[in-house]
């Protein structure tokens, strides 16, 4: 299993990103996909989850503002960021864990820098 995370960089108070990862190695409706982000200095927190019981849900900093899809034919999973502020700087990662077994896979993050 392998998650591919871009799509970051430096952007403005209030503009918009969005982040895409790729997943290969995978049959990819047999995982639950999310986001999760990582400050300087803090945890790793959950951003958004794409595939579980609810369908998708958000952390609180992020509802309203952001929204996650997937495109199951190219094995893509999407962060649409908007509205975004200075607190949402970040390394950003993808996440996948396996719905039979519950095994987590890791990709490499993508930065976020938002100048306010």
């Known amino acids: 299993v392998q998650l591919q995370a871009s799509g970051g960089g430096p952007v403005q108070?209030?503009?918009s990103l969005r982040l895409s990862c790729v997943a290969s190695g995978v049959r990819f409706e047999n995982f639950i996909y999310a986001w999760y982000r990582q400050a300087p200095g803090q945890q790793r927190d959950l951003v958004a989850r794409l595939g579980g019981g609810s369908g998708s849900d958000f952390s609180d900093s992020a509802r309203g503002r952001f929204?996650?899809?997937a495109d199951e034919a190219k094995q893509m999973?999407?962060?649409?960021m908007n509205n975004l502020r200075p607190e949402d700087t970040a390394m950003y990662y993808c996440k996948a864990v396996a719905r039979r077994n519950g095994a987590q896979y890791w990709g490499k993050g993508t930065q976020v820098t938002v100048s306010s």
Do not use: R
């Not at 999973?77 to 649409?80: N, R, S, T």
């Open 13 to 15: 108070a209030g503009g």
């Open 67 to 69: 929204s996650v899809s």
């Open 77 to 80: 999973i999407y962060l649409q």
